[in-house]
């Protein structure tokens, strides 16, 4: 199957109440797990690289690593780039065959961001690639973005309108509680901020910082019409921890590296399958 966009899975998902969940990989082993968790729940999914993880693995490696996985995929596979300040690598990607990006320009003004992340659409609209953009700023760690979790503000719903508009952006980034990386202490998503702006707008919603978040919230933000869910860090330190625990438990006499990665695909896959039943897109591919 060729790769599909934004555009043709969060308007489906968000008027059918369900949420498509959106998975980083850093590398071939966590991505086979994310589609193999997809395809044994039957639900769409979005395959996300970061700005970090595309320096490190190259732009045309991970368009081509994926494209070759959705191939023979029996689930609609999304490509997309995660977080990108930088514009080069983001037309670098869309170029490469990402079928979607994210322009995070939530850093600027908001003149600025309405023109940069603009740009950007015009730019992926010859491509046939979605763009997700941000507005607001979601506190934490993501990589080289470092947003003070005091100084993090949360997206005004007065601001949204006019920027959905302009932009002619296919999904949007909220600020509305949560945070990159994992939890210092328990998230409060800002439930009546979630439909203030779910009023205002059609365009799907977003939310980042998904790992460490209480299931019934996330459940509760999809039932009012949160459409795409991201989760990184929970995937990262799966990964992390089954290489260590291999490292561990491998004979030392051992040198074949499969032995220590492949577990890795099946921990991946038993995350992002149980993500995506929760989020309730098992079953929707
Ligand atoms: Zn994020």
Redesign the pocket.
């Known amino acids: 199957m060729e790769l599909v966009t934004l555009r043709d899975l969060l308007p489906r998902a968000k008027k059918e109440r369900y949420a498509v969940g959106a998975f980083n990989f850093n590398g071939y082993e966590d991505a086979a797990g994310i589609l193999a968790g997809a395809e044994e729940a039957r639900s769409p999914v979005i395959m996300m690289a970061s700005q970090g993880a595309c320096q490190y693995i190259g732009v045309y490696e991970a368009a081509g690593l994926v494209q070759g996985m959705a191939k023979r995929a029996k689930v609609p596979v999304c490509l997309h780039l ?2 990108a300040t930088d514009y080069d690598l983001i037309k670098e990607a869309v170029k490469a065959g990402f079928s979607s990006v994210m322009v995070d320009a939530s850093a600027k003004p908001y003149e600025d961001n309405i023109r940069e992340s603009a740009a950007i659409v015009r730019f992926a609209r010859d491509y046939n690639c979605s763009v997700e953009a941000e507005l607001g700023k ?1 506190g934490g760690k ?1 990589e080289h973005i470092v947003v003070e979790d005091r100084s993090a503000t949360f997206t005004d719903p007065a601001e949204v309108p006019r920027y959905v508009e302009e932009t002619g952006i296919d999904a949007l ?1 909220i600020a509305f509680g949560s945070v ?1 990386g994992f939890y210092k202490s328990e998230p409060k998503l800002d439930f009546e901020r979630l439909a203030a702006i779910l009023k205002l707008t059609d365009c799907p919603l977003v939310l ?2 998904g790992t460490g978040i209480p299931i019934a919230d996330i459940q509760r933000c999809i039932t009012m019409g949160l459409a795409k869910v ?1 989760v ?1 860090t929970e995937l990262k330190a799966a990964f992390a921890n089954t290489i260590r625990k291999m490292c561990a438990e491998v004979s030392p006499d051992e040198f074949d590296p499969r032995k220590f990665l492949k577990p890795v695909k099946a921990v991946c896959a038993a995350i992002v399958k149980e993500k995506l039943t929760a989020f309730g897109s098992a079953g929707k591919a």
């Open positions: 995660d977080h979601v993501e980034a990159h980042h910082g991201n990184g």
